[in-house]
């Protein structure tokens, strides 16, 4: 129990997967509302020339705009092989961070890929938060306020925020009662609005077999201000042309990239990517941080990407944990013919566990997806132990041994080859936990798990398993002679 108390006392973390160096990272950078290609392109250079100026750094792709916005650009950077490489690719990404802090006009984002590759809908980064209301307003308070305070806990990084302004935009007010008296309805105008911005397809002209769409829009000088919106003349159904400036209005205001929604509800989602610490460790904080903000009525908050993912992995894989004990409880009773001696061999699970968490503890890894299924194996692993020693004793007293000298030796014969097959799987395991090759790290919490759980057990159960099978075949032996007492007395009694 003091060995599980580890993961409360936040002595062992918990994350959903390791971070695997895949030698690759990916930079996102973000000028905000306003910037253009011009300046999303200079900006890439910049972080294009300092990246290839790294000496890890083998090779940079580089995407300007995307299908939302101009002013984003992506970087692929390819790190040179784990072993050609002094840093690794956590520490090249803390020190990306760092300088991107010094670059003014631009916010820059660096993301280490994951092993499973996260929903598109959620987004890329490992922490992600979704507030969702009625009122999108109310509602980019709260995302601001949850923002500051994701920002104020150690270990987030590259905090972003969807209701944050992503863009600029000109708003055409329609004064309803002025249109209608010129003869003209919201949709006409909305028509003429996107001919003269967007542009209209008006047939098709054919050339030499080819096909050619014929657009008709303004020219781009002619609508260089806001200004000359309000020149647009519209035509209404008695052939009268209305500027536009004569029955709408026009106001700038900021508005965000993209809408989401969910449930019929404005959604706010707050995302960041975790450095130097575990997703657990962070979102327990993050959690601590959410009871201090007050959320009208109406207002959720919620989780998803990997924290939602560690939840429900680590629910079925605790059943699954339950199952395989079962399971192998159940073969023993029928190998055994009993009840009692496959509960005594199941006593060196407990003895394994001890040391799979103080492993994980001494070497400062996290309880995720990997080293759970390592949990699952060592109860196959470690068994071999008791069950080498009980069947060894039980062939003993068969043979007309006392239960005490055919333990002893039991401990004294098998101890060498309890010894053997221990060593043999723990050398094995060392490449895997000492993370050697390239994406070594996704293995190494689950050889870690598998060489803590198997010393442990290797030194206890020798110990353990001698002294309660002798306690509890004093007990059965004390309640046969009681039962033989109480028979005794009760026929005198009868006589």
């Not at 006392?402 to 097959?421: D, K, Q, S």
């Not at 060489?451 to 306690?471: A, C, F, K, Q, R």
């Amino acid at each position: 129990m003091a060995s599980i108390a580890l993961i409360p006392l936040k002595v062992v973390q918990t994350e959903f997967m390791p971070t695997a160096d895949q030698s690759k990272l990916v930079v996102d950078l973000d000028l905000g509302a306003g910037a253009g290609y011009p300046q999303t392109n200079a900006k890439a250079a910049i972080v294009e020339k300092h990246l290839m100026g790294i000496p890890e750094v083998e090779d940079v792709f580089a995407t300007i705009g995307s299908d939302t916005a101009v002013s984003t650009s992506e970087l692929i950077v390819k790190l040179k092989d784990k072993s050609r490489r002094h840093k690794s690719q956590t520490q090249l990404a803390a020190e990306l961070r760092a300088w991107g802090r010094t670059l003014p006009g631009v916010d820059i984002s660096v993301t280490e890929p994951g092993i499973v590759a996260r929903s598109s809908i959620d987004g890329t980064k490992s922490l992600i938060l979704n507030l969702s209301g009625p009122n999108r307003d109310v509602l980019r308070a709260l995302a601001q306020k949850v923002e500051d305070a994701v920002r104020s806990v150690p270990g987030t990084a590259d905090v972003d925020n969807t209701m944050r302004a992503g863009e600029t935009q000109i708003s055409v007010l329609v004064d309803r009662l002025a249109a209608a008296t010129d003869g003209l309805a919201p949709y006409d105008i909305a028509t003429v609005l996107r001919t003269a911005l967007a542009g209209t397809n008006v047939g098709v002209y054919r050339h030499g077999g080819d096909d050619y769409d014929m657009i008709v829009r303004y020219r781009p000088d002619q609508l260089a201000t806001p200004e000359d919106l309000g020149t647009i003349r519209i035509t209404n159904a008695a052939g009268q042309q209305v500027a536009l400036s004569q029955i709408a209005s026009f106001t700038r205001t900021d508005s965000s990239q993209e809408i989401l929604r969910r449930d019929r509800l404005d959604v706010a989602t707050i995302s960041a990517n975790t450095a130097g610490r575990p997703l657990g460790a962070i979102t327990a904080d993050v959690k601590t941080e959410m009871k201090a903000i007050t959320f009208p009525f109406g207002y959720t908050i919620g989780y998803s990407g990997d924290q939602s993912n560690m939840t429900s992995s680590f629910g079925s894989l605790g059943w699954a944990l339950v199952a395989s004990l079962l399971l192998v409880f159940m073969i023993l009773v029928v190998l055994y013919e009993s009840f009692l001696t496959p509960l005594i061999r199941m006593l060196s699970i407990p003895c394994g566990v001890i040391g799979a968490f103080a492993a994980l503890a001494l070497t400062g890894k996290a309880i995720n997806i990997i080293s759970f299924i390592g949990l699952i194996m060592l109860d196959g692993l470690i068994s071999k132990n008791g069950t080498l020693l009980i069947d060894y004793t039980n062939t003993l007293v068969k043979r007309g041994k006392p239960l005490r000298e055919a333990l002893v030796e039991a401990g004294v014969t098998r101890l060498r080859p309890i010894l053997m097959t221990s060593v043999t799987m723990i050398v094995g395991m060392l490449p895997l936990a000492l993370s050697i090759g390239a994406s070594s790290e996704i293995r190494s919490g689950m050889a870690v798990v598998l060489i803590g759980g198997l010393i442990t057990s290797t030194i206890l159960t020798p110990i353990l398993l001698p002294v309660v099978y002798t306690i509890m075949d004093d007990a059965r032996s004390s309640r046969a002679r009681r039962k033989q007492k109480t028979a005794l007395e009760q026929e005198r009694d009868a006589q």
